[in-house]
């Protein structure tokens, strides 16, 4: 008989209010790209986890809602501004320079993490350059 993979897992976040997390149709899009793609218990849309010798549509796939444990836990993690934009919608900034969503390190922030290093080196660049120039020879 089959170990069930959910018993190890936490348990699944909710709202305040008790209702699950919900997302958007984009996001539904990225989550099943993300679910087909990665290593999720699931094989041609059926969930293997709830494998009892019948076919069960997996239920990540089909729902709105974050309903699925392994999806949750071992999944989402990977597409990191996803589980941002689901679990901390309202936390998130878009980049100033490639207009990507990101969760701020702090109420200031305002580049991606990628776009950062480089906005930071052309300004440090700029700053060393014009310090320079202003030094009498």
């Known amino acids: 008989m089959r170990n069930n993979l959910y018993k190890d897992l936490p348990p699944l976040e909710r709202r305040p209010d008790?209702?699950?997390?919900?997302?958007n149709p984009a996001?539904?899009?990225?989550?099943?790209?993300?679910i087909r793609r990665e290593c999720c218990n699931c094989e041609n849309?059926?969930?293997i986890a709830l494998d009892d010798g019948?076919?069960?549509?997996?239920?990540q796939m089909i729902s709105f809602s974050?309903?699925?444990?392994?999806?949750?836990?071992?999944?989402?993690?990977?597409?990191?501004?996803?589980e941002a934009e689901i679990y901390r919608g309202w936390d998130l900034k878009r980049c100033a320079v490639c207009s990507g969503v990101f969760v701020?390190?702090?109420?200031?922030?305002?580049?991606?993490?990628?776009?950062?290093a480089r906005v930071h080196r052309r300004q440090?660049?700029?700053s060393e350059r014009k310090r320079r120039s202003a030094v009498d020879s």
Do not use: I
Not at 54 to 59: E, K, Y
Not at 66 to 82: D, M
Not at 104 to 116: I, L, Q, T
């Open 27 to 34: 996001q539904r899009k990225q989550a099943n790209a993300l």
């Open 104 to 116: 701020p390190k702090s109420n200031r922030g305002k580049y991606c993490p990628d776009c950062a």
């Open 54 to 59: 019948d076919a069960h549509a997996c239920p």
């Open 18 to 23: 008790g209702s699950l997390y919900r997302m």
């Open 66 to 82: 974050v309903c699925c444990k392994w999806f949750r836990w071992s999944v989402l993690p990977l597409a990191g501004t996803l």
């Open 45 to 47: 849309g059926n969930c």
């Open 124 to 126: 440090k660049t700029e």
